[in-house]
């Protein structure tokens, strides 16, 4: 079945350092790709997504491209701050557009 | 609009008990989703209304679990006999006809079976 693959944490960085958190797929047919954001004591939210393959999802700094020949949809962000400091989860749509996910990147980034 | 609530926010109860959780949708959303979140990993897909149709269930909601939407309104996800395994996150979303990728989540409700 369909399935999502992420990086294992935690990620600990610096101020300002570079950030990249893989996510690799397996998928029948064409889903949507997701980066879902997860901060202390609060629900998820959408951090960007891509709908079809080439797509570059971006917002607050974060993007990710859809790669369909490397099956890939790694985020980044050029320099993370303090307040990024959560658990990123990769997501896909399934059939009825429900959401399966990673099992989630915990980043800590450190002044 | 406040967004999704879910009522209770947390929830304690002996094994064997029954429990209801409550999720309160976007009132124009007629997309509502089930998923279940156990610590360390991502939220697992348990079940998915378009308005009062329970369109989809996952295996991995056994027969003890059981999720309606009356009127397409509002849902209840229900659990008898609770058994440990069940402790969880239980998280409901809603999203709109015109946007399938529009999500919003709730808050969600941690239930501990003791």
């Known amino acids: 079945g369909d399935s999502v693959t992420q990086m294992e944490g935690p990620v600990t960085l610096s101020e300002e350092a570079f950030l990249t958190i893989n996510c690799t797929y397996t998928a029948t047919g064409y889903p949507s790709l997701f980066w879902y954001v997860q901060y202390p004591g609060e629900g998820l939210q959408l951090l960007l997504k891509a709908t079809k393959a080439d797509d570059k999802g971006s917002n607050k700094g974060f993007e990710a491209t859809y790669r369909k020949e490397t099956t890939s949809f790694h985020l980044e962000k050029g320099s993370v701050q303090v307040s990024d400091s959560a658990v990123y989860f990769c997501a896909l749509t399934g059939g009825y557009n429900k959401l399966i996910f990673g099992a989630g990147t915990r980043l800590a980034v450190h002044p | 609009d406040t967004g999704v609530s879910q009522n209770p926010r947390h929830k304690i109860t002996k094994r064997g008990q029954n429990v209801t959780f409550r999720c309160d949708p976007i009132s124009e959303h007629n997309r509502l989703y089930w998923y279940r979140q156990t610590l360390g990993q991502g939220p697992e897909f348990l079940t998915y209304?378009?308005?009062?149709?329970?369109?989809?269930k996952s295996r991995l909601l056994s027969d003890r679990f059981s999720a309606e939407r009356p009127k397409g309104s509002f849902s209840t996800l229900e659990i008898q006999r609770t058994e440990q395994g069940d402790s969880a996150m239980y998280l409901c979303a809603s999203s709109p006809r015109s946007d399938a990728y529009g999500y919003t989540f709730g808050s969600g409700t941690r239930l501990t079976v003791v």
């Open positions: 209304f378009q308005n009062e149709a329970q369109l989809e």
